[in-house]
């Protein structure tokens, strides 16, 4: 039984081009939330998803950033026109309805050069 | 103030020793959480506590619900025991997790 599956591990982007990062939650886990972590900073939650819905995105930034979780496959954080500030590593974190255990993947690392 | 605040924010022990983390929260919370990460790592939880106490291994985590408290205790530390340790609650009204700065914590040998 895999936990959480992030992919890729790390990923390296131009200015201006689109970051894809990927999310399998744990099976029998509907629930997913990413988190950022700027460097030497903390964690900041950026969005909460269901099977197809987006319940919270009030961590989102407003523009080029985007979010599902279709009802098949893995949750996606899409990042449009990378700038280098959205150099960071994005944790997903996955949980049962209902429930505050959360089992954590183990990151995306994005660079954006 | 931050809702929840951990103490220390760096701790450095010789290999062997006892080691406390601290971890005070203002707000209701339904579960406390601790936390692992080293450097360039991922994230790897430790401990979901409630009420009472947990143990796995050296680790120990202890909750008083009533003083909005938490520690997370290693014992007989060891070098690979070096990481950033992170206490994070789920606030009663929330469903999302209120995260403390963490404790920076490195085991000499």
């Known amino acids: 039984n895999a936990g959480v599956m992030q992919n890729p591990r790390h990923l390296v982007r131009r200015r201006g081009q689109e970051a894809r990062l990927r999310c399998s939650p744990m099976?029998?886990?509907?629930?997913v939330y990413w988190y950022r972590q700027l460097p030497e900073e903390g964690l900041k939650f950026m969005v909460y998803?269901?099977?197809?819905?987006?319940?919270?995105e009030s961590g989102m930034p407003k523009e080029r950033f985007s979010a599902e979780f279709p009802k098949e496959g893995p949750s996606i954080l899409r990042i449009q026109q990378v700038v280098r500030g959205d150099s960071a590593a994005y944790f997903c974190?996955?949980?049962?309805?209902?429930?505050?255990?959360?089992?954590f993947g183990s990151g995306t690392r994005l660079t954006v050069v | 103030k931050n809702e929840v605040e951990q103490s220390p924010q760096n701790l450095t022990a010789q290999e062997g020793e006892f080691i406390t983390i601290n971890c005070s929260y203002s707000v209701g919370i339904s579960a406390l959480h601790w936390l692992q990460q080293h450097p360039g790592g991922g994230i790897v939880s430790l401990f979901m506590?409630?009420?009472?106490?947990k143990k796995h291994g050296r680790l120990i985590a202890t909750i008083n619900i009533q003083e909005k408290h938490s520690s997370l205790h290693i014992t007989a530390s060891h070098p690979r025991d070096s990481a950033v340790y992170i206490c994070a609650v789920a606030a009663d009204s929330n469903y999302q997790l209120i995260w403390g700065a963490g404790t920076k914590l490195i085991i000499k040998p």
């Open positions: 998803l269901q099977k197809e819905n987006i319940i919270d």
């Open positions: 974190a996955s949980s049962r309805q209902g429930s505050v255990g959360y089992t």
């Open positions: 099976k029998g886990h509907s629930h």
């Open positions: 506590l409630s009420s009472g106490k």
